[in-house]
């Protein structure tokens, strides 16, 4: 006879951290599952109506793992209730349960009020839209009846989008074909005409007319028809094809974007990363680097069709090289926090680049956001086998701030309503279960980590795990380094940099002028700390008086919300009228080849005739590896960095750099003095080059090329021409989790 629920619930109660109820809130899910009865029913749902935030979203998501006819009924009755995290989790675990017809005019309301519930709302009704797509499509219309919200109706037409039938088709056809409609509603009705359950060749004439109009639609037609009638592949390059995604930057060879919005350090990544597997020659012959932005109609040719007049070449996708293809996601550009929305055209997106493409070896997926979760759905359905870097966010940030007293348990819906803190940790879970291989960052106790915020015993299968340290352009950065230094080889672009730093430096006071600067780059986000690092220089007033401070990231003219969040937060430290004055530039997001140039010019001590040598400054609450920092330490600067995480494998403390913890302005201060007593200590160019040799030789892209060359390599071999071998499977044997050559304590 199955036990009831009662003691699993009690502990989620008596959890004495929040991840660790997270973590129980998993084995009460299961005991729900194998003990579905009244008794069990009853005691969810006077769980889920508690007062402890935790504890009712657990409940709430063990009511949605139970094989009970009720349970569905209860969720519902959820759905209308007032703490509004309740009713937004209740909407998704609703998607588990069997079809329940009173939920689909609210959740057809949830849809269509849009946000990350919207998200949710929507992959409830596209799972019961197998089971009763009928009774789905009518909630929709009815919805869609007296919406007049031109954004609301598209998304309940990209909705309607996912319901198979000739109905749904004439629908979609009725909606892309209605001059009247709106703009967007038209151009939800047409992608959906393309790709989805609804496609029909029905639709064929209507794509082919608007896509010869020179009208608004034209380009999402033409998408669409590609979609519906795709030109026939050829034959894939030699070597392995591998696709790798980012869908929340605009991402190019040239790194045009670096620092803006969410353009971090994965952009630079992406692109190093992407050249340096091509080298390895003949094992990789295509690189298929996603991001988001518009789509180039030159990748996705039309088919030769009779209704078009001329046939078009091949898709570019399908030769040999490094190819940058864009997703264009629905609604406003928005960060990776809001984008949530954006699922079902950034996996049609998806589908489109790896169908267009052909036969793909692997594809490779770094964070558990909106595109990670579109390109596991696909690659499930094309049968790609996938390979996950595994880092623990958001549970890493959420014991740090559950240790700070910053996030409680009181306070826990509310901060989930905003950063879906439940939703991510589930994710990043179902993202590794079913990840075929496992790439993990560096850190100093890897497995011990994984366990403690993930729950994660990899001691039954060590084979699914690497260790791949990240990497950057060791030659390129070399040569910044060569072209700062000797004026006779420096090039046209260094020049350009190197006079932008200078003019930026002359906007301070000229007593200011000779002082070292403490220089930090990337995303203008909270969680990189920029606006801890001024205000602990701020409050220090020997710290102001020793140093400059030099921001460079974020976009100060259009700023996201995330980037004007923390403009708000520095502006509150040091008024932006009064920043230069004080020693605070705030350069903005740059070229990637400019911002190295920078670097390498502070650690000369270009802030001035006599200046001393500048400091990289990394306030991070979290950094999983560090690429920024490395590159700062390959132009021989001394680093500040957090004591977490990645860095604490290659930052040798009181050497090459400071770790400290990064939670308070305070101890960021303390690691700033620190840091600039060590650049400027005896044997300081002995060190840089101590750590310019680390780099060197432990984090070259080319090592990380290497190594992940032979994890692809690996994935790929049970499904390539003349293997055999399921999913899942790796090809590798058993022992433990293997570690490559960058991995170590410094």
């Known amino acids: 006879m199955a036990m009831d629920v009662g003691p699993a619930l009690a502990a989620v109660r008596a959890a004495p951290t929040l991840l660790q109820g997270m973590r129980e809130a998993r084995a009460l899910a299961a005991a729900a599952a194998a ?66 017809g009173a939920a689909l005019p609210v959740l057809a309301d949830v849809c269509r009020e849009g946000g990350f519930a919207g998200m949710l709302a929507q992959r409830t009704l596209e799972q019961w839209a197998s089971q009763g797509p009928d009774e789905v499509r009518a909630a929709l219309v009815g919805e869609l009846r007296t919406c007049t919200d031109p954004v609301g109706r598209a998304r309940l037409v990209e909705t309607l989008g996912l319901v198979a039938g000739a109905a749904t088709t004439q629908a979609l056809l009725d909606h892309a074909a209605d001059d009247d409609e709106a703009l967007p509603v038209r151009a939800a009705a047409l992608a ?54 980012f869908l929340h930057s605009d991402i190019d060879g040239r790194l045009h974007h670096s620092g803006q919005g969410d353009t971090g350090g994965i952009a630079t990544l992406l692109v190093h990363l992407g050249d340096a597997l091509l080298r390895r020659q003949p094992r990789i012959g295509r690189v298929l680097t996603i991001s988001g932005g518009s789509p180039d109609p030159a990748q996705f040719p039309l088919a030769r069709i009779r209704s078009l007049d001329s046939p078009t070449p091949g898709s570019e996708l399908l030769t040999a090289g490094h190819h940058y293809a864009r997703v264009q996601l629905t609604g406003a550009p928005s960060g990776v926090s809001r984008a949530w929305p954006a699922r079902v055209s950034a996996r049609r997106g998806i ?32 049968d790609i086998p996938v ?77 699914r795990a690497t260790v791949v340290g990240e990497g950057v352009d060791v030659s390129a950065l070399g040569r910044a380094v060569r072209e700062v230094r000797d004026e006779a080889v420096r090039g046209s672009a260094a020049a350009v940099a190197l006079r932008e730093l200078d003019d930026l430096l002359a906007t301070l006071p000229t007593a200011r002028r000779g002082l070292p600067v403490a220089v930090s780059v990337g995303r203008l986000n909270a969680v990189k700390g920029m606006a801890t690092l001024v205000r602990g220089w701020v409050d220090d007033p020997d710290l102001h008086d020793r140093c400059n401070v030099l921001l460079v990231g974020g976009d100060l003219e259009h700023p996201t919300d995330e980037e004007a969040a923390e403009l708000a937060r520095i502006d509150a430290v040091v008024p932006a009228a009064e920043a230069a004055e004080r020693g605070l530039l705030l350069a903005g997001h740059r070229p990637n080849a400019t911002t190295i140039a920078w670097l390498a010019a502070l650690r000369a001590a270009r802030a001035g005739v006599g200046g001393l040598p500048g400091i990289y400054v990394s306030a991070s609450l979290k950094e999983e590896f560090g690429i920024a920092i490395l590159e700062a330490m390959a132009v021989g600067l001394v680093v500040v960095a957090p004591a977490g995480g990645g860095p604490a494998t290659y930052v040798a403390h009181g050497e090459t750099g400071i770790l400290t913890a990064t939670s308070t302005p305070y101890a960021v201060a303390a690691a700033m ?39 692809y390599q690996r994935v790929a071999a049970p499904r390539r021409p003349g293997r055999t071998g399921g999913r899942g499977s790796t090809g590798t044997t058993a022992g433990p989790v293997r570690h490559d050559a960058m991995e170590g304590a410094s």
């Not at 901060?415 to 960052?441: G, I, N, S």
């Not at 300081?684 to 290497?706: K, L, S, W």
């Open 673 to 711: 003095h620190a840091a600039l007593d060590l650049a400027a200590a005896p044997g300081a160019e002995a060190r840089g080059r101590q750590a310019q040799d680390m780099v060197r030789t432990r984090f070259g892209i080319d090592i990380m090329a290497a190594s992940l060359a032979a994890v």
């Open 387 to 463: 390979v996950l870097t595994l880092a623990p966010d958001p549970q890493a940030l959420i014991e740090a701030r559950d240790t700070a007293g910053t996030l409680t348990r009181s306070g826990f819906g509310e901060a989930d309503l905003v950063e879906h803190l439940w939703f991510r940790d589930r994710l990043l879970l179902d993202l590794t279960e079913k990840a075929d291989h496992l790439a993990l960052f560096p850190r100093p106790q890897v497995e011990r980590d994984l366990q403690r915020y993930l729950g994660l015993d990899l001691s039954d299968r060590p084979e």
């Open 35 to 100: 003990a579905p009865g009244d008794d069990s029913l009853s005691t969810l749902r006077s769980a889920a109506l508690t007062s402890d935030p935790l504890t009712a979203t657990a409940a709430v998501h063990a009511l949605g793992a139970m094989d009970h006819p009720s349970a569905g009924c209860v969720l519902t009755d959820l759905l209308s209730g007032e703490r509004r995290y309740v009713a937004e989790h209740a909407v998704d675990a609703l998607r588990n349960t069997p079809l329940v």
């Open 351 to 382: 589908r489109r680049v790896l169908r267009t493409a052909g036969h793909v070896d692997a594809i490779h997926l770094r964070m558990a956001d909106v595109g990670s979760m579109a390109a596991a759905e696909v690659a499930c359905e094309l």
């Open 192 to 245: 959906a005409l393309g790709d989805g359950p609804a496609a029909d060749r029905s639709a064929e004439p209507l794509l082919v007319a608007l896509t010869r109009s020179m009208g608004p639609l034209a380009q999402t037609a033409r998408l669409a028809l590609h979609d519906l009638c795709p030109a026939p592949t050829v034959p894939a390059p030699g070597g392995l094809t591998v696709a790798q995604v």
